[in-house]
């Protein structure tokens, strides 16, 4: 079993930047990638950005080159840092992490929120 706790959301005008991070605990040896998901009203869940133990990146096109997903030394927690955040970036953004089984384990979600 893997625990995720996510952190950082809040309020930011438009072209601010927020800094998210996600924790992992629990049986962190199994972690094989970590990403954030968002989800805005009335919409699907979506990938922003993930990144494997291995250091490989995977983005949404609609956040390359404002979005950056980096680990920790310790390969249990992820960051994703926003800049130049728009109106269209609003929405609950979950973590995830995926273990080498095949399970994947989400956080209980963080509202970032962008206003014009």
């Known amino acids: 079993q893997v625990q995720v706790v996510e952190s950082g959301g809040g309020l930011v005008q438009a072209g601010g930047s927020l800094r998210l991070s996600c924790v992992a605990s629990g049986s962190i040896f199994t972690i094989n990638a970590m990403g954030w998901y968002r989800q805005a009203p009335g919409k699907q869940r979506e990938l922003v950005a993930s990144i494997t133990r291995g250091a490989t990146t995977n983005y949404a096109d609609s956040v390359k080159g404002r979005f950056t997903i980096f680990m920790g030394n310790a390969k249990t927690t992820v960051y994703l840092q926003m800049n130049s955040l728009r109106p269209d970036d609003t929405a609950v953004y979950y973590c995830?992490?995926?273990?080498?089984?095949?399970?994947?384990?989400w956080g209980q979600g963080t509202q970032v929120t962008v206003s014009s």
């Open positions: 995830n992490v995926n273990t080498f089984s095949g399970a994947a384990y």
